[in-house]
């Protein structure tokens, strides 16, 4: 099959929220699992080139973060601390998910406004998971009456209208325009941006056809890009 392929400026916004460092290690670690496990990768629907198409990529990326823009600006400066935010944000989103799996799990139009299909792991567009979070702060806000005891507390309610506002300042009301960046950095976050969509979809195929083996699915993850972090409840004692 062939893999959907975003819009250009989806594209570059993505690759423009990662460092290249991070890019590049996740990159190099998966492509050896992909070199092990091309076969079986294959019967989720990655593609037979898959291993040469990431390492062309991965090639471009490293010639491109030498050149002294890409070092400075290897993201558009109000994005410097968006992939921190959204790891946040996911991991928030994911907290008030489980709160209401726990205590509402047959209302289902509350679990409906709480969670969506697996919202912590949107893909790396950040205007794209800032409207997801603005959705479960809200949602979050109405349920507070029934859960606060349970964790949903005024101070995780806060937190996450302070996620939202932080990422909502660090994208601004419009994506980054390609007609206004130096040709380098526009290649620069076109490829990592690319790449991100690649490793993604790696990732979750390796966890699917692993599923069966669950320390070999572990291998499958983007904690370079995306840490685990934890956004914890504080429930009355």
């Keep these: 099959m062939v893999a959907y392929a975003p819009p250009d400026r989806v594209l570059l916004n993505v690759g423009g929220a990662f460092r290249n460092d991070p890019m590049i290690a996740a990159t190099e670690r998966l492509a050896l699992l992909v070199k092990q496990d091309l076969a079986q990768l294959k019967t989720a629907g990655i593609e037979a ?21 890409s070092k400075k600006n290897e993201t558009p400066l109000a994005m410097n601390e968006v992939a921190e935010t959204m790891a946040h944000a996911r991991a928030w989103m994911y907290t008030l998910r489980q709160i209401a799996m726990v205590n509402l799990p047959l209302d289902r139009p509350a679990l409906v406004r709480s969670s ?24 979050a806000r109405d349920l507070k009456p029934r859960l606060e005891e349970c964790g949903l507390s005024d101070t995780f309610l806060g937190r996450g209208r302070t996620l939202a506002r932080q990422l ?17 950095l526009r290649r620069l976050y076109m490829r990592k941006g690319a790449l991100y ?22 291998l499958y993850h983007l904690l370079e890009l995306e840490p685990k972090v934890e956004e914890l409840f504080r429930p009355k004692k």
């Excluded at 299909?117 to 794209?128: D, K, L």
């Excluded at 790696?202 to 572990?218: F, I």
């Design 49 to 69: 080139d898959a291993l040469e198409v990431i390492v062309t990529q991965l090639n471009e990326l490293k010639a491109l973060a030498k050149d002294p823009r």
């Design 168 to 184: 909502r300042t660090a994208i601004g009301t419009e994506d980054v325009d390609p007609a206004n960046l130096h040709f380098t």
């Design 197 to 218: 969509l690649v490793l993604k979809r790696v990732v979750r195929a390796g966890q699917l056809v692993y599923a069966h083996m669950p320390e070999r699915a572990k």
């Design 116 to 139: 969506s299909v697996e919202p912590e792991i949107a893909e790396g567009y950040a205007r794209e998971v800032l409207a997801e979070l603005e959705l479960r702060v809200e949602a």
